[in-house]
């Protein structure tokens, strides 16, 4: 399966077409962030902004600009993890702090794809900027299948 090849130009050369055809009515958010968390991570400290250990560890908390790379960064970094997986939804429009699109890592299955980057929020997430949460299901072996609305 290939994997789409995003990035903030074409989000918003659809973003634009998207208005052009529906003008104000439309719903499309190109700027929406994901980001995957242990439920039980997300839930501790729920009266203080989100601080995942990466961001002590390098400054910024990890995201991914589509559903295709969330899937594949939950089974890469998570596939381990027990219990409930979900992905963040963030509006990067509501975040204080500020984003950073950088290059895959060297190594990662994406890296290999001309013009991917991916968001980095410099700093923590403040939790109204979190509009909505994504189950994400796994297979037996830990693979990150599909993402499913939660309420």
């Known amino acids: ?64 600009p589509s559903e295709e790379a969330t899937l594949a960064a939950a089974t890469r970094f998570h596939g381990g993890v027990t219990g409930p997986l979900v992905a963040l939804l963030i509006d990067e429009t509501r975040l204080d702090a500020s984003v950073k699109w950088v290059a895959p890592a060297p190594g990662s299955p994406l890296a290999q794809a001309p013009g991917a980057l991916f968001p980095r929020v410099l700093g923590p997430v403040n939790r109204d900027a979190v509009v909505g949460l994504m189950e994400i299901v796994r297979d037996e072996d830990g693979r990150a299948r599909e993402l499913v609305p939660r309420n």
């Open 1 to 64: 399966m290939r994997t789409p090849v995003w990035s903030p130009e074409r989000a918003r050369d659809e973003a634009v077409s998207a208005y052009r055809t529906h003008g104000s009515r439309t719903r499309y958010n190109w700027l929406m962030l994901y980001h995957v968390v242990a439920l039980g991570n997300w839930l501790a400290d729920a009266h203080l902004p989100y601080a995942p250990a990466s961001l002590a560890k390098d400054g910024s908390v990890h995201c991914s």
